[in-house]
């Protein structure tokens, strides 16, 4: 069965975005550097919350995902989707599950904070993948806030690359 993976870069001191809700500070670490081919490669669908969505479509970019189905989590309309993009307003069990009607690969849950708290408190994620970036942002938006369980991870594994980004990657036992 499809892995349903947390994959995230978070500042030194544990925040996704600056207080702005930016990722600029990402911008000199080159994604590809540190395995993104082939772990995007290995997913057949993503999940991300409206926010999430409405950041990486606001960069002006084409769309990085064509060719994948993408479920994006949200209460209101989003207007014009690139193709393959499908909101839903009923949460992320049932995106998860119209994730996997679409593909047998893994599923990434791209973000941000409170969709990849949801997977996390649901019980649906199976691994967490998290890339610590040699910068102290101070402020600004948290990798998990407030979470109401708190799921014991198994380490699987350490990777440093020479630029002092950390890759740390644990799953999480059901």
């Known amino acids: 069965m499809a892995r349903v993976r947390l994959y995230v870069a978070t500042s030194l001191d544990g ?6 809700g930016s990722v600029d500070w990402l911008a000199p670490y080159d ?27 606001a960069i002006g970019e084409d769309w990085p995902y064509a060719g994948k189905p993408v479920y994006v989590l949200t209460s209101s309309s989003l207007g014009d ?15 998860l599950q119209l994730a996997r ?3 047998r690969n893994d599923i990434w849950i791209v973000g941000g904070a409170v969709t990849m708290q ?3 408190e649901e019980g649906l994620a199976d ?7 040699p910068v102290l942002l101070g402020a600004g938006l948290n990798l998990l806030n407030d ?12 990777e440093a690359f020479p ?9 999480v036992p059901r």
């Not at 691994?127 to 970036?133: D, H, K, R, T, Y």
């Not at 979470?147 to 350490?158: S, V």
């Open 15 to 20: 925040f996704i975005a600056d207080r702005e």
């Open 31 to 57: 994604a590809r550097l540190y395995g993104y081919d082939k772990f995007i490669d290995e997913v057949g669908a993503l999940i991300m919350g409206r926010r999430t969505f409405e950041l990486i479509s």
């Open 118 to 120: 949801s997977a996390l």
């Open 147 to 158: 979470l109401t369980i708190r799921p014991t991870l198994t380490f699987d594994g350490i």
């Open 127 to 133: 691994m967490v993948e998290i890339f610590l970036v």
């Open 163 to 171: 630029d002092g980004v950390v890759k740390l990657r644990y799953l």
């Open 81 to 95: 989707l690139p193709e393959g993009v499908t909101t839903t307003t009923r949460g992320i069990r049932a995106a």
């Open 101 to 103: 009607e679409k593909t």
